[in-house]
């Protein structure tokens, strides 16, 4: 049986955001369209798939451990006096220690402690920041693990901002690559199919807003536009709610627009005159 630990250079004791960023540095270095290398290099990039597809099911995970007898316990000898890193990023109130802190759980099976320590962060801090206090490669992978729990806890707000932000890094580094599919298809989902009626129009609108800057493409930035002309209706602004429609049908002709929409504005003069 072959070490799939091994395979993807990380200890059996990984937590599952330390195999997915395992697994995506070596996809990249792998990858057979940016290897330009023999079939070795492909059969090496089947067995990195294969290593994380076991690895990264907590079921198929839990069988393999326990028929690989190499899987380590916890170190027995640690002192009840060692010195305790978390204990003491948690009793320091600065910023630098809170980034580091929520980073530090996200590795150590501690998702809901680090949703919850950034979305505290968040809400306190206007201009709290994972980029500020992290390299660039931590942030973006680790951001985007973190992103992933947000999500399933509905902190859809604090997704999309943070989302938003990790697409803007990879405009201009260009870091997941062959993963980036994947972050704009979380972005997409939480901007577009999350966010209106789960979290305030104002909070709604700001994240939109942020959205438009990073040219998703016209289908998109259209169907952004006619969220937040809903929004607007709602805040009882009917001025600023039809220039944004105006704007979405001059991207897109074809943007689905809602009823309370239609019935509002003439839509019909909009598609005939842009």
Same mark, same amino acid.
């Given at each position: 049986?072959?070490?799939?630990?091994?395979?993807?250079?990380?200890?059996?004791?990984?937590?599952?955001?330390?195999?997915?960023? $395992?697994?995506?540095?070596?996809?990249?270095?792998?990858?057979? =369209?940016?290897?330009?290398?023999?079939?070795?290099?492909?059969? @090496?990039?089947?067995?990195?798939?294969?290593?994380?597809?076991?690895?990264?099911?907590? *079921?198929?995970?839990?069988?393999?451990?326990?028929?690989?007898?190499? %899987?380590?316990?916890?170190?027995?000898?640690?002192?009840? *006096?060692?010195?305790?890193?978390?204990?003491?990023?948690?009793?320091?109130?600065?910023?630098?220690? &809170?980034?580091?802190?929520?980073?530090? !759980?996200?590795? *150590?099976? &501690?998702?809901?402690?680090?949703?919850?320590?950034?979305?505290?962060?968040?809400?306190?801090?206007?201009?709290?920041?994972?980029?500020?206090?992290?390299?660039? @490669?931590?942030?973006?992978?680790?951001?985007?693990?973190?992103?992933? @729990?947000?999500?399933?806890?509905?902190?859809?707000?604090? $997704?999309?901002?943070?989302?938003?932000?990790?697409?803007?890094?990879?405009?201009?580094?260009?870091?997941?690559?062959?993963?980036?599919?994947?972050?704009? #298809?979380?972005?997409?989902?939480?901007?577009?199919?999350?966010?209106?009626?789960?979290?305030?129009?104002?909070?709604? #609108?700001?994240?939109? @807003?942020?959205? +438009?800057?990073?040219?998703?493409?016209?289908?998109? !930035?259209?169907?952004?536009?006619?969220?937040?002309?809903?929004?607007?209706? %709602?805040?009882?602004?009917?001025?600023?709610?039809?220039?944004? +429609?105006?704007?979405?049908?001059?991207? =897109?002709?074809?943007?689905?627009?809602?009823?309370?929409? *239609?019935?509002?504005?003439?839509?019909?003069?909009?598609?005939?005159?842009?």
């Amino acid at each position: 049986m072959e070490d799939f630990y091994k395979i993807l250079g990380v200890l059996p004791s990984a937590s599952a955001s330390e195999i997915k960023r $395992a697994y995506r540095k070596k996809a990249k270095e792998l990858h057979p =369209d940016t290897s330009r290398s023999s079939e070795s290099v492909t059969e @090496e990039f089947r067995r990195l798939v294969r290593a994380y597809e076991i690895l990264s099911d907590a *079921h198929q995970r839990s069988i393999f451990d326990s028929s690989f007898t190499h %899987r380590r316990a916890a170190n027995p000898f640690r002192s009840e *006096h060692s010195f305790d890193y978390r204990e003491w990023l948690s009793a320091r109130p600065d910023e630098e220690s &809170r980034a580091k802190l929520i980073l530090f !759980d996200l590795l *150590h099976l &501690r998702e809901d402690d680090a949703v919850a320590e950034f979305v505290r962060m968040s809400s306190e801090h206007a201009d709290f920041s994972l980029a500020k206090w992290l390299t660039r @490669e931590d942030f973006m992978d680790f951001g985007f693990i973190l992103c992933e @729990e947000l999500v399933m806890r509905a902190q859809y707000y604090d $997704a999309a901002v943070l989302l938003i932000q990790i697409v803007e890094m990879e405009y201009r580094f260009s870091y997941f690559k062959h993963f980036f599919p994947e972050v704009v #298809l979380l972005a997409r989902s939480v901007l577009l199919n999350k966010l209106e009626g789960a979290v305030s129009d104002e909070l709604a #609108l700001d994240a939109w @807003e942020r959205a +438009l800057e990073l040219d998703l493409g016209s289908s998109d !930035d259209a169907a952004l536009l006619v969220k937040m002309a809903g929004a607007y209706i %709602r805040m009882d602004d009917a001025y600023t709610a039809r220039i944004c +429609l105006e704007e979405a049908v001059k991207l =897109d002709r074809a943007v689905k627009i809602p009823s309370v929409l *239609h019935s509002r504005f003439s839509v019909n003069d909009m598609e005939v005159r842009y």
